[in-house]
């Protein structure tokens, strides 16, 4: 039997926070609960109430897929260590939400007071793989009604994230090929869009942390062809890849391939081996405006800039075996307290482009509307 809950009332009907997407109103509302194992969780229980907590995110969504609720859910995390691996989650629920919230966390009211759950890797064989902490990915069953992408309303409140290869990937293009003989990459679905990371700690994330990892990671949060998303109040610290597998290739966000409309905002970004915002391949009119950068580790970022905007032309597409990308447009970065280079303390720009030129859109298939540069802003210092 389906517990339908209204505990969590206050969630819906809360004060927002500046800038947060408000939730619908939802009359009644699917609560799932989790626990560490030490604090009762465990998969084989029924996750459908406090006495009765599951351990896993992974069980998580197997419970509310049985349920399959018309309705918000909350899946509701206890305080407390859970050393878990990679949670692959593909299910949605047309016009309603998924939340993955600290317990007694009320909407706009800050941080609860027992603190934030803390998800670590889980190691192999006495070490660390390559994993993400999560992955947000299109379903793959066609007759799913999220198959072509869509609203999927994932947010996420107040979880420490730590060991991870990569945090959380919202991958709005899982699993399509690009069409045969195409030279312009290609959108292949509606994306995976309208999610939500608000409070959270991304920390010791990278190939760095992951010494059995055979892949790099590529970031924090990662956004492809994922847009309308808000990105709020969060910190992130310790974003870094060794050398060897490509230092120069993690970003705190990197926002790329169609990511667009985004919003970035209040979040504080310490110690990254590369760009702490990378932007790629018509990802347009994201806000990136009101972010520290840098304020209390003194260890800098990798790259010269806090913001880039990068794409692959025909040149560098021919040069790599891969379908040329065009410039991003719109995109703001406004009243952002900037920081220092790694290793050298000198004091980063606001923002760099690659191709270079404010209006060179690509080649072939690429354009930039009139009146529209790929970055612009003031305020930061």
Known sequence: MVL???ALAALAFGSIEPGAIAPALAASTLTVFVAP???GGADAHTGLSRSSPILTLGRAQAVIRAANPAADVVVDILQGDYTVGETDW???????T????ADGYVLGGGRPAAGDPVFTNAPVNGALPGA???KALLPSATADTFFNGGTTGLRFYYLRVRDYTGGISFDGQTGRKQPAGATLYTKLSLGIDGNTVDGMSF???GDTFTPASTWWGFAAILFTNSSNNLIDN???DQVENTPAKGADHIHDLYVTHFSSNNTVTRNT?????SYPIKVRDRSNFNDVDGNTFNDTSGTGTGGPSAYRDEFCNAACAAANGEQAQCASYGNTFSGNSLGTLMGSGARQVAWTLSPTGQTNAGDAGCSIPSGLVRVSGSGNS
């Open 98 to 101: 998924i939340s993955f919230i």
């Open 203 to 205: 920390e010791q994330i």
């Open 132 to 134: 993400w902490w999560f």
């Open 37 to 39: 194992s030490n604090k």
């Open 269 to 273: 970004f310490t110690t990254v081996t």
């Open 234 to 236: 969060n910190t992130f």
């Open 4 to 6: 339908l809950s209204v």
């Open 90 to 96: 593909s299910f949605y629920i047309p016009g309603h």
